[in-house]
């Protein structure tokens, strides 16, 4: 049995208001977010139906020059700097005044992730969390990924495909874990996509993966995609090798290398590839890698709905081909966020570590509040589902 | 109010204690000499975008600053004091391990160097029993 409602809001009302500090990677976020105390949660499975109303949803991104990642040193520095200023502007979004009288629980991302922007924002939950007398949850930040793209798409038990810079995962439920069906076993897809948009020194506003996917879109030559490796490794795939042949095409491209005869004509030297065929056909291959795995898990889990979270989840593409995937196998359906919700937020740290707190799951002691970059997805314990 | 202080203590070295000197200009400013962006991205033409927000001054005639700006500023100004503490001891743990490893290797090529000359003066390579 599940009772989200263990816990009662605070002085008495009808509604529990959190909110959730993200700052693994690049972008900073804060998030409130409310929760109506409803009583069909004093017994069943509705944790992906809390009704949530989103008070405010802020988020500021480290942006790096073109052909520049991000530092860990200089994303925490900017989260240090911004977090402040970020926390201030969600709260009187939010039409919060009173923080220790109106905030139920301050969530904060423990891992995975880069651990010196990590390490900044829990600075700031943890002062929060003494300024205001408000207890702390720390969150999962893949876990939290999954619950926001429950509540929002409101799928019940759907097989979750988790694509973003840092992770790549085929994740499903079973028996109070999110278990990882399948994964990457180097690099994430998100990285493979940015590394890839440096060498091309495209730039990295708003994000890289999208200007790759404008660029993709602008293939005029989809019929022939460029052969590139295809390594699903059982239910795990392999995507540096992938970077690291197509990376060398490009820069033959750039160094108009006409030896190479994948782009460039045997007998006239003329150019057959552009950079928009590599992006598509880059984009093409690494999304149907992911679109057969994660068929596989659903034909092991017997489920009928695809959830699609995280940055690279935004890409339309992506989507086109799951949903694709779906009807052809049993008119299944898939969900998917915008960039709201898809790309890494406060909310979704709010949304998880608001169910971890309304099953009593709460910070006892600040030395329980030390993130952590390798923190695993079946890690957690998730109580709130049956 | 009370000044901030900081101690840093380890048991390789004697204890050290970081204070604030609040007339000092170290002291006075929220942009630190050592929390700025690092080298690397500057020289990558990145725009220094995410500095800190400047010291607040009441809204009073007094010209002084608000209680958590003096903080910020005294703490920015500690936070540099320790970073360059931390880096000189990172700079002599260095010195230490290279002096070490050259010794070491010194110490490796001579042992080396016996062998061989026991081994060419007719001995087996292994050390005679007392």
């Known amino acids: 049995m599940v009772n989200l409602n263990a816990v009662p809001p605070k002085n ?37 139906d809390c009704q949530v109303e989103i008070l405010s949803n802020i988020r ?40 220790t009288l109106d905030i139920d629980v301050i969530c904060f991302t423990k891992g995975p992730g880069m651990g010196a922007p990590l390490h900044s924002v829990v600075i700031a ?40 810079g840092g992770n790549t995962q085929v994740i499903a439920y079973s028996e109070k874990r999110y278990r990882i069906f399948g994964e990457t076993l180097d690099i994430a897809i998100g990285n493979c996509l940015d590394r890839f948009a440096r060498t091309l ?33 059982g239910m795990d795939l392999s995507m540096s090798g992938i970077l690291a042949y197509i990376d060398s095409l490009a820069k033959d491209l750039f160094k108009e290398n006409k030896k190479n005869k994948i782009l460039f004509d045997k ?16 984009q093409e291959n690494l999304f149907a890698m992911l679109v057969e795995i994660t068929e596989r898990a659903m034909a092991h889990v017997n489920s009928d709905q695809v959830l699609i979270v995280g940055g690279v989840g935004c ?12 009807i052809d196998r049993s008119n299944s359906k898939v969900h998917a966020t915008d960039s709201r919700f898809c790309i890494d937020n406060g ?40 | 109010m009370s000044l901030p202080k900081a101690v840093y203590s380890s048991r390789d070295i004697e204890e050290k204690l970081f204070t604030v000197d609040p007339n000092n200009s170290r002291y006075q400013t929220t942009n630190g000499k050592t929390t700025g962006p690092s080298e690397w991205v500057l020289n990558a033409g990145q725009v220094d975008v995410d500095r800190p927000s400047d010291p607040r001054v009441k809204d009073d005639v007094s010209g002084e600053l608000t209680y958590l ?34 010794r070491e290797m010194q110490e490796q090529e001579k042992r080396i160097d016996d062998e061989i000359n026991e081994l060419l003066d007719g001995g087996d390579g292994e050390e005679e029993e007392d």
């Open chain 1, 12 to 48: 008495g009302r009808d509604y529990y208001i959190a909110i959730g500090l993200e700052g693994s990677a690049n972008k900073l976020g804060v998030g409130i977010i409310k929760h109506p105390l409803l009583n069909k949660h004093d017994d069943g499975d509705y944790s992906h």
């Open chain 1, 315 to 326: 890409n339309v593409r992506l989507q086109e081909m799951m949903a694709q995937m779906c």
């Open chain 1, 201 to 233: 020194k495209i730039p990295n506003e708003p994000s890289p993966g999208y200007n790759i996917e404008q660029l993709a879109k602008q293939c005029s030559n989809k019929e022939n995609l460029v052969e590139l490796p295809y390594t699903v490794k």
């Open chain 2, 69 to 102: 700006s003096k903080l910020r500023t005294n703490l920015t100004g500690l936070q540099d004091d320790i970073n360059e503490f931390l880096t000189d001891q990172m700079e002599l743990a260095k010195k230490k391990r290279i002096k070490n490893e050259k």
């Open chain 1, 347 to 386: 909310v979704m740290i709010a949304q998880a570590g608001l169910l971890q707190y309304r099953m009593n799951d709460v910070v006892k002691d600040l030395s329980e509040t030390v993130v952590t970059q390798k923190f695993r997805t079946d890690e957690v314990f998730v109580d709130w589902r049956e």
């Open chain 1, 60 to 99: 500021d991104t480290y942006v790096t020059p073109p052909g520049e990642g991000f530092l860990p040193r200089d994303t925490a520095r900017h989260h240090r700097n911004w977090c402040v200023r970020l926390i201030k502007k969600a709260l009187e979004e939010a039409k919060i005044i009173h923080p």
């Open chain 1, 267 to 282: 007998e006239s030297g003329e150019q057959k590839v552009t950079v928009e065929d590599l992006c598509y056909s880059l």
């Open chain 1, 125 to 164: 939950a943890r002062t929060c969390s003494l300024l205001w007398n408000v207890p702390l949850v720390g969150v999962n930040h893949c876990v939290g990924h999954i619950e926001m793209g429950r509540e929002i798409t409101k799928a019940k038990n759907p097989v979750v495909l988790y694509v973003s």
